[in-house]
């Protein structure tokens, strides 16, 4: 019995040990306070009895009473905040711009759904379909109330973490950009973030209540949103554009136009979808409103709307349209001053010079007067470590520094380039001298003055090279399946014949003209009875085969030249017209003209 009771001591003596130590634990833990929103728990179990055991319970009630103490929290801050804005004098009254509440949703959903539309859809939440007034809508989230009249440096400071994160991977990288849902959500995140934030929107709000809506209750502008936030946003883009986008929901809504021209392109929709259609209709009133108000005729907002519906009319290739559009915007860029009046916000310079030169490159059209002003350069001295967007048409240091670490630039790849990159330093230097612009329509380009004999030289080494080189579809050999090369080399073969015969890129790119790689190219034409394919087409069918989900990473400027050549290519003027509709006549910015004409004298051209 003693043995026997000694025994049993001996085993419940750890065991009270152990409670002792669990009980610890247990104080110790409950004495961290917790702080912030609620976060995200799972109570996992193997047997549906252990969700009612006291660990289980215990977890609910902790979560419960974090969640009620934050909310106390809010309403405290609110308190404090509503009695100092009590006394503020009530803003002037601004039309409204639709947002969305929780009493009038709907599910009304994109016109023509894309192939990946559907499985995107099921994560998005109901959507609006009633344009609602400003009696209805909460002050928090009128868009449409002075308090959107942001400035680009104010709305930048919602993004602190976004900002301290391009500063760290800018020396890192060329772009962090990729086509997937993480990315898509990633930069919706930062857009909703810092909209909810200037709301102050919290407890049971949506903060997609913020986003603006569409006039049009057909159009879903979470959908475009997200789509264009897939397409279009990298990193770079947000810490640039982000802001502006943020100075009025015209401006985010707008912005669309791209999204909804994208998704057509990938759904091989000629000319415009219905839901384009719809928006383009909803921008080009933006655009009239805007106008027809003395106050925002010429700011920084309207020349963004005219900006993407701009980038939205590329899609549809018609010339007369996409030039009537890059005139009115030099007509705007002169009245405000020229491109140096938008030293302060450059970034609005940059895209306004981008969208015109895109399509001066894709039209083979002469820049206008008012974009052969150069920008004032702000940038500082290139150091030997920085990730830059290095290609043929840029590389500021004495050589290719940042492609040549990246995997996808091979050896043969690297030659190209490098070929190619002294090859328009060449042309450059040459025309430099010329001092002309010419419009390859109305200038006999044969006419012009030839390099000096060094520089024919060194054209003709190149283009011997570039004969030499084997096609990434020849089976057996080192750069088989290589389809970045493959892409630098058609588009090289385009380049060089351009510049080497003095034609335009869509002459330089038919066969039949120009056949710098008559052996290279038999993979597309063993029969010689077929008619050799466009070399846009051969380039239009390697891109698909190389990855450019993640536009390259560091090979990215190399995407951007090969991609603008493939455009310039592909020129077919009698059939460049694919609008379903002629909507841009030569008078479509009649009411910006006649503004115009009134205050200045402006020539468009």
């Known amino acids: 019995m003693a043995a026997a009771g000694s025994c049993t001591a001996a085993e419940g003596s750890p065991a009270s040990s152990d409670a002792t130590n669990q009980s610890k634990e247990k104080l110790k833990r409950r004495r961290v306070k917790r702080e912030g929103p609620p976060q995200l728990q799972f109570l996992i179990a193997t047997d549906p009895s252990q969700f009612k055991d006291e660990d289980a319970k215990r977890s609910v009630r902790s979560q419960a009473m974090i969640h009620w103490r ?97 500063r760290a991977v800018a020396e890192r990288e060329v772009t ?31 903060p997609f209540d913020v986003l603006p809506q569409f006039r049009n209750p057909r159009l879903d502008a979470l959908y475009l949103s997200r789509n264009c936030m897939r397409a279009f946003a990298s990193d770079a883009t947000m810490k640039k554009w982000l802001p502006l986008m943020l100075s009025h929901p015209h401006i985010i809504l707008s912005a669309t136009v791209l ?54 009319e590329m899609w549809t290739c018609n010339e007369q349209a996409l030039r009537v559009h890059e005139r009115g915007v030099a007509a705007f860029i002169s009245r405000r001053g020229g491109l140096s009046a938008f030293v302060h916000n450059r970034a609005l310079a940059e895209v306004a010079l981008a969208c015109c030169y895109h399509c001066d490159i894709f039209c083979e059209a002469e820049v206008l007067q008012a974009f052969r002003e150069n920008l004032p350069s702000d940038s500082a001295p290139v150091s030997a470590e ?21 995997a996808r630039c091979s050896m043969p790849t690297l030659d190209i380039l490098s070929d190619m990159r002294d090859l328009t330093n060449i042309f450059v230097a040459h025309n430099t001298k010329l001092n002309q612009v010419h419009d390859i ?23 011997a090279r570039l004969a030499q080189s084997p096609s990434a579809y020849t089976q057996g050999i080192s750069v088989s399946g290589d389809w970045v090369y493959e892409a630098c080399r058609i588009a090289a073969t385009i380049y060089t014949g351009a510049i080497a015969t003095g034609v335009p890129f869509s002459v330089a790119a038919d066969p039949d003209h120009v056949n710098l790689l008559e052996p290279s190219t038999s993979h597309w034409n063993s029969d010689e009875q077929l008619t050799k394919p466009h070399l846009s087409e051969v380039l239009y069918e390697t891109l698909k085969r190389a990855d450019t989900s993640n536009l390259w990473k560091n090979m990215s ?47 468009f051209d």
């Open 386 to 406: 920085a990730a830059l967007p290095e290609s043929p048409l840029y590389c500021p240091r004495n050589a290719f520094l940042t492609i040549i670490d990246d």
């Open 557 to 603: 400027g190399v995407l951007y030249w090969v991609s603008a050549v493939g455009a310039a290519a592909a020129r077919i003027p009698c059939t460049m017209d694919m609008a379903q509709q002629d909507r841009f006549a030569p008078g479509a910015y009649s009411d910006s003209d006649a503004v115009l004409r009134k205050q200045d004298d402006v020539d």
């Open 176 to 206: 962090g950009y990729e086509a997937s849902e993480r990315h898509e959500e990633r930069q919706l995140r930062s857009l909703v973030v810092g909209l909810a934030s200037f709301y102050n929107v919290g407890g049971t709000q949506d």
């Open 259 to 312: 999204a909804s021209t994208w998704l057509d392109m990938g759904s091989k929709v000629s000319g415009d979808s219905t839901t384009t259609a719809m928006v383009k209709t909803e921008t080009i009133g933006m655009i009239k409103e805007r106008f027809a108000n003395r106050d925002t005729q010429f700011d920084d907002a309207t020349l963004i709307v005219i900006l993407h519906l701009f980038a939205g």
């Open 441 to 463: 329509d109305a200038v006999d380009i044969e006419r012009l003055s030839p390099p000096d004999e060094a520089s024919e030289a060194t054209i003709h080494a190149i283009r």
């Open 70 to 166: 934050h909310e106390e929290d809010k309403k405290k801050r609110k308190g404090s905040r509503k009695d100092l804005t009590e006394s503020a004098p009530a803003p002037p009254e601004r039309e409204s711009i639709p947002t969305r509440t929780k009493r009038e949703v709907s599910t009304q959903s994109r016109t023509e759904s894309p192939v990946r539309g559907g499985a995107q859809r099921r994560t998005l939440r109901a959507q609006p379909s009633s344009l609602i007034s400003d009696s209805d809508v909460s002050p928090l989230t009128n868009a449409g109330s002075s308090t959107w009249q942001l400035t680009a440096s104010g709305t930048a400071g919602y993004f602190p973490r976004y900002q301290n994160k391009i």
